[in-house]
Nanobody, 126 residues
Framework: QVQLVESGGGSVQAGGSLRLSCAGS????????MGWFRQAPGKEREFVAA????????NYADSVKGRFTISREKAKTTVYLEMNNLKPEDTAVYYC???????????????????WGQGTQVTVSS
């Protein structure tokens, strides 16, 4: 049984940093792209970042480029999201996801997401 468990959320002031972790269990995950999505109150879930199974290919939403970094070791099932220069608009529940699709299309092929984590809250105050 595959599980994704997020950790690392919390509250920070604008300009601060947080590092999210997603620990995946299940051997099949090593060949899956993994990524992060977020959902703010009253808004739809949106794509944040994705990384290929090898770690060689990454993809980011325009709103986080240059501030967030996604990483994983090759064929490992733990993925990280380093978030710097956080803004109040980054406040949301952050969800880890895994899918058997290329990282470059994970953000637009959400129906192909095979597994979701339970989410972790990130709150950025001004």
């Amino acid at each position: 049984q595959v599980q994704l468990v997020e950790s690392g959320g919390g509250s920070v002031q604008a300009g601060g940093s947080l590092r999210l972790s997603c620990a995946g269990s299940g051997r099949t995950l090593s060949s899956y792209a993994m990524g992060w999505f977020r959902q703010a109150p009253g808004k739809e879930r949106e794509f944040v970042a994705a990384i290929s199974w090898s770690g060689a290919s990454t993809n980011y939403a325009d709103s986080v480029k240059g501030r967030f970094t996604i990483s994983r070791e090759k064929a490992k099932t733990t993925v990280y999201l380093e978030m710097n220069n956080l803004k109040p608009e980054d406040t949301a529940v952050y969800y880890c996801a895994a899918a058997a699709v290329p990282a470059q299309v994970m953000g637009v092929m959400t129906r192909k997401i095979d597994y979701w984590g339970q989410g972790t809250q990130v709150t950025v105050s001004s």
